[in-house]
């Protein structure tokens, strides 16, 4: 590189500097800068303000749904427990009434079989021994009926008819058994 007046001389080109250009170039520049400054800078910077301020709007707005699905997921999470609760209870009342029932089925049988047995024995000491042994099979079987037909109306589901007329028909033989010892046995129809 060499320098020449007026000019640089740079492997072999010529380069000159000309100031009338360089200042209209340097003016028609500033213009340019000026102009940006004047309208285009402060249109973007508007532009960008407004774009800024949404992000914040909405930076705000997820903000408000997070702490809106926390609030929601307590809720939820408090009724699903209180749900639960509620459950617990309602399978606790239902035993408590189931057993209540079956207490009571118990209680009226057994009422009901002192009577009937009462009101056998009754009749076992005015009749003969053979008319006593009829009667007593013919008793034993009505008592079977209307202790079947008391349990069925009582019980709603197929299981519990199951289950109670079985224990029913047990403590009903096992009375039975045990104030006749000695005497022939009625045949059950469910044997």
Known sequence: MTHTSGGILADGYHI??????????LFGFAVIVFIFVKWLLPLVKKMMKKSQDAIAQQ???????????????????????????????????????AD?????????????????KKQGNDQLAQLRRQTVRDLEADLSAAML???????????????????????????????????????PQPKSRWN
């Not at 209540?100 to 009937?116: F, K, T």
Request: net charge negative; charged share 35%.
């Open 59 to 97: 930076l705000t707005e997820s903000e408000q749904a997070a702490s809106d699905l926390e609030r929601a997921k307590q809720s939820y999470d408090k009724a699903v427990a209180d749900a639960k609760t509620e459950l617990e209870q309602i399978r606790a009342d239902a035993h408590a009434d």
């Open 145 to 183: 009926s209307i202790a079947e037909e008391k349990v069925r109306n009582r019980v709603n589901t197929p299981e519990a008819k199951s289950e109670s007329v079985e224990r029913f028909l047990e403590d009903i033989e096992l009375l039975a058994n045990s104030s006749q010892s000695g005497r």
């Open 100 to 116: 209540y029932i079956v207490s009571q089925m118990r209680d009226s049988a057994a009422e009901e079989v002192e009577r009937v």
């Open 16 to 25: 000159t500097f000309d100031w009338p250009i360089f200042f209209s170039q």
